[in-house]
């Protein structure tokens, strides 16, 4: 029962029940005229008595121990009433009922007619309250009765509740009930939280108090149940959202508006955003503080209190150490709960994102390479200064909007007009693909062509529709020109220059070689272009599987080959010659390798000569072309290996051998960065950087520097030592595997990556879009985390689990059974099968498994390349309806209708042969 205090006092004095209120000690402070009324007394005779003296003396010690549990719970006993102060009273035979409340009891009082008996109070008190309630033997845990409520509350009749126990609901084990229970007996608890299974399962949090009662002479456990699972689950949720308040990256806060407005609440991102101390000495900060322009303050405080709330703008502000960092806020008006206005709202550092921005369009104005984009439409968008320069433009206002096809690929070499049709670029434009880059040619605005080498990648709108095309070019006069003078250079060189071309049916040809050839193999050109056979012929029989090895090796890896190998030279006898070429994949499966092949026979016989010093040389080499180098601080002298002034392209003496000098090797953008990294190491003791070098011809390189530094006696840094390394290339190779990554991120087809133990570790956009899954957050790949796997579900945890979530269940069997077998054996399965896009739908498809394997045979990576087949199979389905018409359109006329095959022989229907003579 709740607490009567401040409830009406004309609805108190006509209720049908007695009401009392006690104070902590028992006595009595307001009694309605009801009671009043009963005892035939007035209120003020009743107030001030301890309720034990309106009690008869034989059962006060009933009364004090009902006060006693009452401090926790409900109790309920009889008793016979008179006023003390009223003597000439009435005596009243009553049922009370005390209920603990914040200062003392509320006690109600129902009168007991004459015949009252103890079955009609039980009614009152457990059978008609609605509230569960359970009346449990404690040596057992049976249920002896349930109340309405709890038959309701538990969903089992009242009969089968009765032939329950209390363990069958309860979660805890038999033990365990048995345990709180006794307590319950003893009272040495009355309150619990329990977990209870009501019927059909579901587990409900549940309060119970709980204590004992005698009814008839046997003890039982009064348990009042009170269903708190929705409190519990509001708890829960305001932990989780607290959790996630306080782990969210970006500040969130709300503030008091005007000059001297504070935070009032603010995430720990605040904190470490602001660089505060504490949250404390934030919260102690004006929030004018922490703007540096006191005007952008104001116009954003006044849009907020105008519009009530500010997306997304970008302001200067400032830490707490005086740091300025570019911010996008977004605020809204509220109020707090005393109806007063605050502000709240996110702050996120958009400082570092406006650096690459700037650094990006740096960049795009440095490039000596032109790009610009276009639109949907084939229109400008952007042309960096390179591709103005390049194209003939004076500024980029000139070509925004103009069709880039018409106005500067209209035209091919000769003067034929260029189709847009046959355009590379509308081509990737439409079918949102990248391309492989292509050599073409450009139409200046002056008319003149020249010669460029193409790359062009789709762009996608947040919906993942190609909107525009990037295009990248370069050109290519320069190298048109050097490769004539390089025809006509080959014939003074001591080999051969060529291209070797690898088709994917296994035949190899060089479809272009210089005369040089005739030196090597004693052949001539026109001999190899179209078949290799004749000059792999005059290849000493031992050097043979060694060739082809190698050939195999560089087409599996990609990777440059070299070989050295004799030949049997009809006129020169048995020659030595080196072997050099870069591979290059080519659209239709082959390879063609660009090298060259050296007469190296003299070279063979110093090397022989010198074979020991060689040995040497050869394990420099080995030493992964590393450098070391000490810079002595105190004394400013630096030493280097030779090595290192290999690195930098440098002779000894050619510099100053000092840190000075050092720095001037250093890229003059990237001088600054080594500079505070070398000033950082005398502090940490550690030095690890990369950095660009500017060699004195103007080639620029790549380094890795790794250094320690050596203390004196008195700890301060003595010398700086460590090694130098040339990462040039392999820069060159992570950049090729970023655009590698970045083509198989746009490609339309479903493109899946599975490493050695099985894991997916790639799912481009359009397997992430096809299954309904989370695009992904940041790069698909990079050297220092490698693969990307955010937001793949567990079941890409496998190749088999994988196969049962994306597949439908026979396709799946399909692939397990038949496809992965054949895959493994092979190395490649292509076939028909099916897939189950986001929303459950099946999918036909087309489907390659490729399983690529390391030198030892160890499975590498397992790839597959999925593409849908809806529309063509639809088309095919309608192919079908519309021959099926025609073949019965042909049977219902007298007509003679004729087809041809492929063949072009005349094919007639088969129920028109009889008409024409013919068998069927």
Not at 27 to 46: F, G, K, Q, Y
Request: hydrophobic share 40%; proline share 6%.
């Amino acid at each position: 029962m709740a607490s009567t205090e401040g409830a009406d006092p004309i609805q108190c004095e006509h209720i049908a029940v007695g009401l009392a209120r006690l104070d902590a000690a028992g006595a009595i402070c307001t009694v309605n005229a009801r009671l009043a009324e009963w005892l035939e007394c007035s209120p003020a005779d009743l107030q001030g008595s301890a309720l034990v003296d309106c009690i008869a003396p034989e059962q006060r010690p009933s009364l004090a121990d009902a006060l006693q549990r009452s401090a926790t719970s409900e109790v309920t006993l009889s008793v016979d009433m008179l006023a003390p102060a009223a003597p000439e009273g009435a005596s009243l035979s009553c049922t009370l009922t005390l209920v603990p409340d914040d200062d003392g009891r509320v006690v109600t009082v129902q009168r007991r007619p004459g015949g009252d008996s103890a079955a009609q109070v039980y009614e009152q008190t457990f059978t008609a309250n609605t509230a569960p309630k359970l009346l449990i033997n404690p040596a057992d845990g049976r249920i002896v009765d349930a109340n309405p409520a709890a038959v309701s509350f538990y969903g089992y009749s009242a009969d089968t509740l009765k032939g329950m126990y209390i363990h069958d609901i309860n979660t805890l084990s038999a033990e365990d009930v048995r345990v709180e229970m006794q307590r319950a007996r003893s009272e040495e608890r009355r309150y619990f939280r329990f977990r209870h299974r009501i019927q059909g399962g579901e587990i409900r949090e549940v309060e119970v108090y709980s204590g004992p009662v005698v009814l008839d002479g046997t003890t039982y456990l009064y348990s009042i149940v009170h269903d708190v699972s929705e409190a519990r689950r509001y708890e829960r949720e305001l932990e989780f959202y607290g959790g996630v308040f306080r782990r969210l990256p970006v500040g969130v806060y709300r503030n008091t508006p005007g000059p001297e407005g504070r935070l009032v609440w603010l995430n720990p991102a605040m904190v470490a955003l602001f660089e505060a101390e504490s949250e404390a000495q934030l919260r102690a900060t004006p929030v004018q503080d922490l703007y540096r322009d006191p005007g952008a303050r104001e116009a954003f405080s006044r849009d907020l209190e105008m519009h009530g709330r500010v997306v997304g703008r970008e302001l200067d502000l400032q830490t707490l150490r005086g740091r300025a960092f570019r911010a996008r806020v977004t605020a809204y008006r509220s109020h707090d709960e005393d109806g007063e206005p605050v502000f709240d709202g996110v702050i996120e550092d958009v400082t570092e994102v406006r650096a690459a921005e700037a650094f990006q369009n740096h960049l795009l104005a440095s490039l000596a390479e032109g790009v610009f984009g276009l639109d949907r439409y084939g229109r400008y968008t952007f042309l960096n200064p390179a591709a103005c320069r390049l194209l003939g433009f004076k500024s980029e206002a000139e070509a925004l909007g103009r069709d880039a096809h018409s106005t500067n690929h209209h035209s091919l070499v000769g003067g034929e007009p260029y189709p847009k049709e046959a355009c590379p670029i509308l081509r990737v434009l439409e079918a949102g693909q990248s391309d492989e880059p292509w050599d073409d040619y450009f139409v200046r605005t002056d008319g003149s062509h020249f010669p460029v080498s193409v790359f062009a990648a789709p762009t996608f709108d947040a919906a993942g529709r190609v909107d525009g095309v990037v295009v990248s070019f370069q050109d290519q006069t320069a190298r048109t020109e050097r490769e004539v003078q390089l025809t006509k250079a080959t014939a003074h060189l001591p080999g051969a220059i060529y291209q070797y071309h690898l088709y994917p049916d296994g035949r190899h040809a060089f479809p272009f070689v210089s005369d040089g050839i005739r030196r090597v193999f004693g052949l001539s050109p026109g001999l190899v272009q179209d078949s290799a056979d004749a000059a792999f012929a005059t290849v000493h029989a031992d050097d043979r599987p060694r060739i082809q090895a190698s050939i195999e090796e560089s087409a599996r890896s990609m990777e440059p080959w070299r070989v050295r190998f004799r030949v049997r030279h009809p006129l020169r006898g048995t020659i030595w010659v080196e072997g050099r070429a870069t591979p290059e994949a080519r659209a239709d499966g082959g390879i063609v390798w660009h090298g060259v092949m050296i007469d190296i026979t003299e070279q063979v016989a110093m090397e022989d000569a010198l074979r020991e010093r060689g040995r040497e040389l050869a394990a420099a080499q080995r030493i992964a072309h590393v450098g070391s180098w000490v810079w002595e601080i105190h004394e400013d002298r630096t030493r280097w290996s030779d090595e290192v002034y290999r690195i930098f392209g440098l002779r000894r003496g050619e510099q100053e051998a000092n840190y000075a000098g050092f720095l001037h090797a250093v890229h003059p953008e990237d001088r600054r960065d080594v500079a505070k990294t070398v000033g950082a190491a005398l502090e940490s003791g550690d030095y690890d950087i990369h950095f660009r070098i500017l060699r004195p011809d103007g080639q620029e390189r790549v380094v890795h520097a790794r250094g320690t530094v050596e203390g004196d006696d008195n700890g301060k840094p003595r010398r700086l030592m460590g090694t130098v390394q040339d990462v040039t290339e392999r820069r060159a190779l992570e950049e090729n595997q970023r655009r590698l990554v970045g083509i198989l991120e746009h490609t339309p087809d479903v493109v899946a990556m599975h490493g050695p133990a099985g894991d997916m570790q790639f799912l481009n956009a359009a397997g992430r879009r096809l299954f309904g899954l989370p695009p992904m957050t940041g790069e698909p790949w990079t050297p220092e985390n490698g693969w990307n796997t955010w937001g793949l579900p567990p079941e890409t945890r496998s190749v088999e689990s994988a196969v049962q979530r994306f597949h439908p269940p026979w396709a799946a069997e399909r692939i397990v059974n038949e496809a992965a077998p054949i895959a493994m054996r092979d190395g490649v399965w292509e076939g028909e099968t099916a897939i189950l896009d986001g929303q459950g739908r099946e999918i036909p498809a087309s489907q390659v498994i490729i399983v690529r394997r390391d030198d030892q045979g160890e499975i590498r990576q397992v790839s597959t390349i999925l593409r849908d087949l809806s529309q063509r199979k639809a088309v095919e389905e309608a192919l079908r309806e519309s021959e099926a018409r025609f073949r019965q359109l042909a049977g219902s006329v007298n007509e003679v209708f004729w087809l041809q095959d492929e063949d072009r022989d005349p094919v007639r229907e088969s129920g028109l042969r009889a008409d024409l003579g013919a068998k069927p």
